[in-house]
């Protein structure tokens, strides 16, 4: 047999064994869950209104209705209807795309990768846990994971320029603000809302959460630095090695230190510290005014646009820059949608309100001692179709919070259930729309981030574990 023919062979079986794409995936989850429709019993509960203007779930009103099953019509609108449900997302993650490819168009950000790598060259590892420290911090004071999706696009560059990869990048934003998110110490999508509805004092729990925060973190830092010294010393170990767009990367932002360091221009620094500027009006927007992805999204187009301008582009340039960044990260925008397909497929079904009943039903007969550990898997299995933090508190928590009173599990524990089953697993569904957003801006597959993450997965639900399990030890109430 010819080499020639040998090569083909082995590329065909390479093909054979691939993931299919996520764009498959993804259509292939939506079609079950319109065929759940026809199989599962439609039902649902009564909605109120709480204090703080949310609307739940009425526990004590669920009932079975007439079947509604999604027929081909409605299947066929379920990604338009995935895309326009998720727009939010969509659109900040497009927004991220060309507001960051405007920056690298300046030279601004060659420039100062250039200048870290050379600061940071000797310690470089030591910038991951800097980085994974205050990224987790931010997230468990404030609770927004999604805030993973601008960060990514940051470090991205300095992480290739110190040798190691996008996984590298994307995992130090991902595995950061999850750990943060999860553990909750003073966050008000979690923790605080779950507590709400539960009927406990806001943020009580304070210590053993602080401590699980550290317990996540650590495994996640030692974890990934572990990896990013092996890529470092072989980068053929690199889970991104043989990628095309992965050499580009290296080819454009790994720089040769004998050569003569970089310097920024009289406008590439005044563009800078106009980069400075919009991130600290981000910070204060997000803490005093309550800012999400729609005020932020907007204040990246102004961003994008005047720094562009005082770093010298001109508007064609600035415009032909927004539409090669909206290039780069349109597959992960579209994932966004087809993420959210799934959820639209049930909701319309009339069956989403059937999962949560039998999941509460499937909760109660576990054996006492057990039952902290049985909401924590129903809220990780229910993570799948609602991959949202406020939105599973609010149709799970008034379900499992007097189910905990029954069953022998302290409200107090229930929360803590509700949050690692929500968080832990936010960054493995393919329905987590950020989360897919934020591996396209990083140029990393999902079958690729899963090799990476699913090790980990295990030992931080071995760790969630272990905290539920004291918990119900010691009948904890916070």
Not at 144 to 171: G, H, K, N
Not at 262 to 278: C, D, K, P, S, Y
């Amino acid at each position: 047999m010819s080499d020639v023919t040998t090569d083909q062979t082995a590329e065909d079986a390479a093909q054979r064994s691939r993931m299919p794409h996520i764009y498959v995936i993804l259509f292939v989850f939506t079609a079950i869950a319109a065929l759940l429709t026809h199989i599962i019993p439609a039902g649902v509960y009564d909605r109120i209104t709480l204090p703080n203007g949310r609307v739940a779930v009425d526990a004590e009103t669920f009932r079975y209705v007439d079947a509604s099953p999604v027929g081909f019509e409605k299947f066929m609108m379920a990604v338009p209807l995935g895309l326009m449900g998720a727009s939010q997302v969509v659109f900040f993650t497009l927004i991220i795309g060309g507001m960051f490819m405007v920056i690298r168009h300046t030279g601004i950000i060659d420039v100062a990768v250039d200048k870290l790598t050379r600061r940071f060259a000797g310690h470089s590892v030591l910038m991951i846990p800097v980085l994974m420290a205050t990224f987790a911090v931010i997230a468990t004071l404030i609770g927004t994971q999604e805030l993973a999706l601008v960060y990514v696009p940051v470090i991205l560059p300095l992480m290739i320029a110190l040798r190691f990869d996008s996984v590298t990048a994307v995992a130090t934003a991902l595995l950061a603000t999850t750990a943060g998110f999860t553990a909750g110490v003073l966050n008000p999508i979690n923790t605080g809302l779950g507590q709400t509805i539960a009927e406990l004092p806001l943020y009580s729990g304070f210590g053993l959460r602080s401590l699980l925060f550290l317990c996540l973190l650590g495994a996640a830092i030692a974890y990934l630095m572990r990896y990013a010294l092996k890529v470092r010393a072989n980068p053929e170990a690199s889970l991104m090695a043989g990628d095309v767009i992965e050499h580009e990367k290296r080819m454009a932002f790994v720089h040769d230190l004998e050569t003569p360091a970089m310097r920024f221009t009289t406008r590439q620094m005044w563009g800078g510290l106009a980069v400075i500027g919009f991130f600290a009006v981000m910070v204060w927007g997000v803490l005093s005014r309550g800012w999400f992805m729609t005020e932020m999204a907007g204040l990246f187009v102004v961003m994008g646009i005047s720094v562009g301008l005082i770093a010298g582009l001109n508007t064609a340039k600035i415009c032909a820059a927004f539409n090669k960044g909206f290039q780069d990260v349109l597959v992960g925008a579209i994932i966004v949608g087809l993420a959210r397909a799934v959820a639209i497929m049930l909701e319309q079904g009339q069956v989403m309100d059937t999962l949560v009943h039998g999941l509460g039903n499937l909760v109660g007969s576990i054996p006492a001692t057990f039952s902290a550990l049985g909401m924590f898997t129903a809220q990780l299995g229910f993570n799948f179709v609602v991959p949202s933090g406020s939105g599973q508190a609010l149709v799970t928590m008034p379900i499992m919070a007097p189910l905990s009173d029954l069953i022998g599990v302290t409200r107090q524990n229930a929360v803590l259930a509700y949050q690692l089953g929500d968080g832990l697993s936010n960054i493995l569904y393919p329905t987590s729309g950020y989360f897919m957003a934020t591996l396209a801006l990083a140029g990393v597959s999902w079958d690729r981030w899963v090799r990476f993450f699913l090790p980990l997965f295990g030992i931080w639900v071995a760790i969630a574990s272990a905290f539920l399990i004291y918990a119900q030890m010691v009948d904890w109430i916070g």
